[in-house]
T-cell receptor
Framework: SAVISQKPSRDICQRGTSLTIQCQVDSQVTMMFWYRQQPGQSLTLIAT?????????ESGFVIDKFPISRPNLTFSTLTVSNMSPEDSSIYLC???????????FGPGTRLTVL | KQEVTQIPAALSVPEGENLVLNCSFTDSAIYNLQWFRQDPGKGLTSLLL?????REQTSGRLNASLDKSSGRSTLYIAASQPGDSATYLCAVQETSGSRLTFGEGTQLTVNP
Protein backbone atom coordinates (compact mmCIF):
# COMPACT_ATOMS: atom_id res chain seq x y z
CA SER A 1 0.00 0.00 0.00
CA ALA A 2 0.97 3.68 -0.10
CA VAL A 3 0.81 6.21 2.72
CA ILE A 4 -0.24 9.65 1.55
CA SER A 5 -0.15 12.92 3.46
CA GLN A 6 -1.70 16.23 2.48
CA LYS A 7 -1.08 19.73 3.72
CA PRO A 8 -2.95 21.69 4.86
CA SER A 9 -5.69 19.46 6.26
CA ARG A 10 -8.11 22.38 6.17
CA ASP A 11 -8.14 26.09 5.48
CA ILE A 12 -10.48 29.03 5.37
CA CYS A 13 -9.63 31.52 2.63
CA GLN A 14 -10.87 34.81 1.32
CA ARG A 15 -12.40 35.23 -2.11
CA GLY A 16 -9.84 36.10 -4.79
CA THR A 17 -6.86 34.52 -3.07
CA SER A 18 -5.01 31.29 -3.97
CA LEU A 19 -4.16 28.19 -1.97
CA THR A 20 -1.55 25.53 -2.72
CA ILE A 21 -2.18 22.00 -1.47
CA GLN A 22 0.68 19.57 -1.10
CA CYS A 23 0.55 15.80 -1.53
CA GLN A 24 3.43 13.61 -0.34
CA VAL A 25 3.66 9.83 -0.86
CA ASP A 26 5.94 7.49 1.08
CA SER A 27 7.04 5.63 -2.05
CA GLN A 28 7.58 6.30 -5.72
CA VAL A 29 4.38 6.03 -7.71
CA THR A 30 3.61 6.22 -11.39
CA MET A 31 0.17 7.77 -11.31
CA MET A 32 -1.02 10.68 -9.16
CA PHE A 33 -4.47 12.20 -9.38
CA TRP A 34 -6.31 15.19 -7.92
CA TYR A 35 -10.02 14.90 -7.13
CA ARG A 36 -12.60 17.37 -5.85
CA GLN A 37 -15.54 16.49 -3.63
CA GLN A 38 -18.10 19.27 -3.39
CA PRO A 39 -20.42 19.33 -0.36
CA GLY A 40 -22.82 16.39 -0.39
CA GLN A 41 -21.48 15.07 -3.69
CA SER A 42 -19.19 12.34 -4.88
CA LEU A 43 -15.66 12.69 -6.21
CA THR A 44 -14.79 14.25 -9.55
CA LEU A 45 -11.36 14.01 -11.14
CA ILE A 46 -9.67 17.38 -11.71
CA ALA A 47 -6.49 16.19 -13.41
CA THR A 48 -3.79 13.58 -13.65
CA UNK A 49 -0.43 14.87 -12.43
CA UNK A 50 2.31 13.72 -14.79
CA UNK A 51 5.92 13.64 -13.65
CA UNK A 52 8.09 15.84 -15.80
CA UNK A 53 5.30 17.11 -18.04
CA UNK A 54 2.11 19.15 -17.93
CA UNK A 55 -0.89 17.73 -16.09
CA UNK A 56 -3.79 16.26 -18.03
CA UNK A 57 -7.03 18.06 -17.15
CA GLU A 58 -10.56 16.72 -17.27
CA SER A 59 -13.34 18.52 -19.08
CA GLY A 60 -14.42 21.57 -17.11
CA PHE A 61 -11.09 22.09 -15.37
CA VAL A 62 -8.34 24.36 -16.71
CA ILE A 63 -4.69 24.93 -15.89
CA ASP A 64 -5.12 28.63 -15.12
CA LYS A 65 -7.59 27.83 -12.35
CA PHE A 66 -5.94 24.63 -11.03
CA PRO A 67 -2.20 24.66 -11.81
CA ILE A 68 -0.50 21.42 -10.84
CA SER A 69 3.13 20.57 -10.32
CA ARG A 70 4.79 17.18 -10.05
CA PRO A 71 8.53 17.59 -9.69
CA ASN A 72 9.24 13.94 -8.78
CA LEU A 73 7.60 10.55 -8.25
CA THR A 74 6.60 11.18 -4.61
CA PHE A 75 5.29 14.75 -4.54
CA SER A 76 2.68 16.95 -6.21
CA THR A 77 0.93 20.26 -5.58
CA LEU A 78 -2.46 21.58 -6.62
CA THR A 79 -3.15 25.31 -6.52
CA VAL A 80 -6.69 26.63 -6.41
CA SER A 81 -6.42 30.10 -7.94
CA ASN A 82 -8.58 33.19 -7.63
CA MET A 83 -10.94 31.37 -5.31
CA SER A 84 -14.68 31.88 -5.04
CA PRO A 85 -17.19 30.31 -2.61
CA GLU A 86 -17.98 27.70 -5.29
CA ASP A 87 -14.47 26.30 -4.78
CA SER A 88 -15.35 25.24 -1.24
CA SER A 89 -14.76 21.49 -1.35
CA ILE A 90 -12.60 18.67 -0.14
CA TYR A 91 -9.59 18.21 -2.40
CA LEU A 92 -8.07 14.74 -2.43
CA CYS A 93 -4.85 13.40 -3.82
CA UNK A 94 -4.72 9.77 -4.91
CA UNK A 95 -2.03 7.47 -6.26
CA UNK A 96 -1.82 4.22 -8.10
CA UNK A 97 1.31 2.15 -7.63
CA UNK A 98 2.96 0.07 -10.29
CA UNK A 99 2.42 -3.08 -8.23
CA UNK A 100 -1.33 -2.98 -7.79
CA UNK A 101 -4.34 -1.45 -9.48
CA UNK A 102 -5.67 -0.18 -6.17
CA UNK A 103 -5.90 3.58 -5.86
CA UNK A 104 -5.00 5.00 -2.47
CA PHE A 105 -6.28 8.32 -1.24
CA GLY A 106 -4.86 10.99 1.00
CA PRO A 107 -6.85 12.35 3.97
CA GLY A 108 -8.04 15.33 1.94
CA THR A 109 -7.88 19.11 2.32
CA ARG A 110 -11.11 20.76 3.39
CA LEU A 111 -11.28 24.22 1.83
CA THR A 112 -13.80 26.88 2.75
CA VAL A 113 -13.89 30.10 0.74
CA LEU A 114 -15.65 33.09 2.26
CA LYS B 1 -19.69 8.23 -20.90
CA GLN B 2 -19.51 5.91 -17.92
CA GLU B 3 -22.07 6.54 -15.19
CA VAL B 4 -22.13 4.86 -11.80
CA THR B 5 -25.25 4.64 -9.64
CA GLN B 6 -25.55 3.47 -6.05
CA ILE B 7 -28.72 2.33 -4.35
CA PRO B 8 -29.87 3.07 -1.73
CA ALA B 9 -28.59 6.59 -1.08
CA ALA B 10 -28.98 6.04 2.65
CA LEU B 11 -29.55 3.03 4.86
CA SER B 12 -30.16 2.69 8.59
CA VAL B 13 -30.04 -0.75 10.21
CA PRO B 14 -29.84 -2.22 13.72
CA GLU B 15 -26.56 -3.67 14.87
CA GLY B 16 -26.00 -7.30 13.87
CA GLU B 17 -27.98 -7.15 10.65
CA ASN B 18 -26.55 -8.39 7.35
CA LEU B 19 -26.88 -5.85 4.54
CA VAL B 20 -26.28 -5.35 0.84
CA LEU B 21 -25.23 -2.19 -0.96
CA ASN B 22 -25.76 -1.97 -4.69
CA CYS B 23 -23.71 -0.39 -7.47
CA SER B 24 -24.48 -0.29 -11.18
CA PHE B 25 -22.48 1.06 -14.11
CA THR B 26 -23.53 1.83 -17.67
CA ASP B 27 -20.49 0.67 -19.66
CA SER B 28 -19.52 -2.94 -18.95
CA ALA B 29 -16.06 -2.50 -20.52
CA ILE B 30 -14.33 -1.90 -17.20
CA TYR B 31 -10.85 -2.81 -16.01
CA ASN B 32 -11.78 -3.11 -12.35
CA LEU B 33 -14.23 -1.99 -9.69
CA GLN B 34 -13.28 -0.72 -6.25
CA TRP B 35 -15.29 -0.20 -3.07
CA PHE B 36 -14.25 2.54 -0.66
CA ARG B 37 -15.33 3.73 2.74
CA GLN B 38 -15.41 7.42 3.67
CA ASP B 39 -15.89 8.67 7.22
CA PRO B 40 -17.31 12.19 7.67
CA GLY B 41 -14.83 14.86 6.62
CA LYS B 42 -12.14 12.27 5.89
CA GLY B 43 -10.40 10.74 2.92
CA LEU B 44 -11.21 7.38 1.35
CA THR B 45 -10.19 3.97 2.58
CA SER B 46 -9.99 1.19 0.00
CA LEU B 47 -12.04 -1.85 1.04
CA LEU B 48 -12.02 -4.24 -1.90
CA LEU B 49 -10.89 -4.26 -5.51
CA UNK B 50 -12.37 -6.67 -8.05
CA UNK B 51 -10.62 -7.15 -11.38
CA UNK B 52 -12.87 -7.46 -14.42
CA UNK B 53 -12.02 -11.16 -14.70
CA UNK B 54 -13.06 -11.87 -11.11
CA ARG B 55 -16.51 -12.56 -9.71
CA GLU B 56 -15.96 -11.69 -6.06
CA GLN B 57 -13.53 -10.63 -3.36
CA THR B 58 -13.74 -11.11 0.39
CA SER B 59 -12.13 -9.33 3.31
CA GLY B 60 -13.30 -10.20 6.80
CA ARG B 61 -17.00 -9.42 7.09
CA LEU B 62 -17.07 -7.82 3.64
CA ASN B 63 -17.81 -9.57 0.38
CA ALA B 64 -18.00 -7.80 -2.97
CA SER B 65 -19.35 -9.39 -6.12
CA LEU B 66 -19.13 -8.30 -9.73
CA ASP B 67 -21.40 -9.15 -12.65
CA LYS B 68 -19.67 -7.30 -15.44
CA SER B 69 -22.07 -8.30 -18.19
CA SER B 70 -25.05 -6.84 -16.37
CA GLY B 71 -23.10 -3.85 -15.05
CA ARG B 72 -23.65 -4.58 -11.37
CA SER B 73 -21.72 -5.01 -8.16
CA THR B 74 -22.85 -5.62 -4.61
CA LEU B 75 -21.10 -5.11 -1.29
CA TYR B 76 -22.29 -7.49 1.40
CA ILE B 77 -21.59 -6.59 5.02
CA ALA B 78 -22.15 -9.37 7.54
CA ALA B 79 -23.08 -8.85 11.18
CA SER B 80 -22.98 -5.06 10.94
CA GLN B 81 -21.48 -3.00 13.78
CA PRO B 82 -21.83 0.69 14.76
CA GLY B 83 -18.24 1.17 13.61
CA ASP B 84 -19.36 0.31 10.07
CA SER B 85 -21.29 3.60 9.94
CA ALA B 86 -19.83 5.58 7.04
CA THR B 87 -20.44 6.43 3.40
CA TYR B 88 -19.60 3.60 1.01
CA LEU B 89 -18.47 4.53 -2.48
CA CYS B 90 -18.25 2.37 -5.56
CA ALA B 91 -15.86 3.34 -8.36
CA VAL B 92 -14.98 1.84 -11.73
CA GLN B 93 -11.75 2.10 -13.68
CA GLU B 94 -11.92 1.64 -17.43
CA THR B 95 -8.25 1.04 -18.19
CA SER B 96 -5.12 0.50 -16.12
CA GLY B 97 -3.82 3.77 -14.69
CA SER B 98 -6.89 5.76 -15.67
CA ARG B 99 -9.21 7.77 -13.48
CA LEU B 100 -11.93 6.35 -11.28
CA THR B 101 -15.57 7.15 -11.96
CA PHE B 102 -17.45 7.27 -8.67
CA GLY B 103 -21.03 6.68 -7.65
CA GLU B 104 -22.81 9.06 -5.30
CA GLY B 105 -22.36 6.73 -2.36
CA THR B 106 -24.56 4.99 0.20
CA GLN B 107 -24.62 6.56 3.66
CA LEU B 108 -24.85 3.70 6.16
CA THR B 109 -25.87 4.09 9.79
CA VAL B 110 -25.69 1.08 12.11
CA ASN B 111 -27.62 1.68 15.31
CA PRO B 112 -26.50 0.08 18.58
Amino acid sequence: SAVISQKPSRDICQRGTSLTIQCQVDSQVTMMFWYRQQPGQSLTLIATANQGSEATYESGFVIDKFPISRPNLTFSTLTVSNMSPEDSSIYLCSVETSFTDTQYFGPGTRLTVL
Amino acid sequence: KQEVTQIPAALSVPEGENLVLNCSFTDSAIYNLQWFRQDPGKGLTSLLLIQSSQREQTSGRLNASLDKSSGRSTLYIAASQPGDSATYLCAVQETSGSRLTFGEGTQLTVNP
